[in-house]
């Protein structure tokens, strides 16, 4: 079964670090780019970060851009999300996701999203 | 990065009516436009990549269709369980960006 993993969210005060995992399973992950995607509560969505299958390529939002890092470990088929430097503003369910049909090695293009985990919720309040 | 805009933002409908949501681009994408349905609680789910093609199991009253900077989604007649927020994403350049979303609800 693809499956899709989160884990490490929680409270945390603004200015603090947090880093997320997402475990996959069930498809060969260095094949696949994967995403970030935050949803704010009863807000839409926003895809914040990108990395290519081999994470050689990354891309950042301009809102997390300098305070965010995406980073995966083939070997252990998990991605990363290391968040520094954290705002009120960034209160947020977390999704990874994984991409589909991507153009390039570097996916700079492709088709969209076609798996999904269930999320971790990071609060950040004082 | 690319903006995308959804029109309307929330739409009333019944049971078995047609509905359209629009999608535009703050500049041309082709057809790298995907279509995605989230109900409450839920994971959000794609419906259509590259504007028209409809991912596998999604049922064939839903269709797309556009090109450059304007899209659109239908649903042909709406089921019960069709009422949810759709969301358009450009995959032209990362990162992929999502329109603000479509809440359907029921009329």
């Known amino acids: 079964e693809v499956q899709l993993l989160e884990s490490g969210g929680g409270l945390i005060q603004p200015g603090g670090s947090l880093r997320l995992s997402c475990a996959a399973s069930g498809f060969t992950f260095s094949n696949s780019a994967m995403s970030w995607v935050r949803q704010a509560p009863g807000k839409g969505l926003e895809c914040v970060l990108a990395?290519?299958?081999?994470?050689?390529?990354?891309y950042y939002a301009d809102s997390v851009k300098g305070r965010f890092t995406i980073s995966r470990d083939n070997s252990k088929n998990t991605l990363y999300l290391q968040m520094n430097s954290l705002r009120v503003e960034d209160t947020a369910l977390y999704y990874c996701?994984?991409?589909?049909?991507?153009?390039?090695?570097?996916?700079?293009?492709?088709?969209?999203?076609?798996?999904w985990g269930q999320g971790t919720t990071v609060t950040v309040s004082s | 990065d690319i903006q995308m805009s959804q029109s309307p933002s929330s739409l009333s409908a019944s049971v078995g009516d047609r509905v359209t949501i629009t999608c535009r681009a703050s500049?041309?994408?082709?057809?790298?436009l995907n279509w995605y349905q989230q109900k409450p609680g839920q994971v959000p789910k794609v419906l259509i990549y590259g504007a028209s093609n409809l991912q596998s199991g999604v049922p064939s009253r839903f269709s797309g269709s556009g090109s450059g900077t304007d899209f659109t989604l239908t649903i042909s007649s709406l089921q019960p369980e069709d009422f949810a927020t759709y969301y358009c994403q450009q995959s032209y350049s990362s990162p992929h960006t999502f329109g603000q979303g479509t809440k359907l609800q029921i009329k």
């Open positions: 996701a994984k991409t589909f049909g991507c153009t390039s090695a570097s996916c700079y293009r492709a088709y969209g999203m076609d798996v």
């Open positions: 990395i290519s299958g081999s994470g050689g390529t990354t």
């Open positions: 500049l041309s994408i082709t057809t790298y």
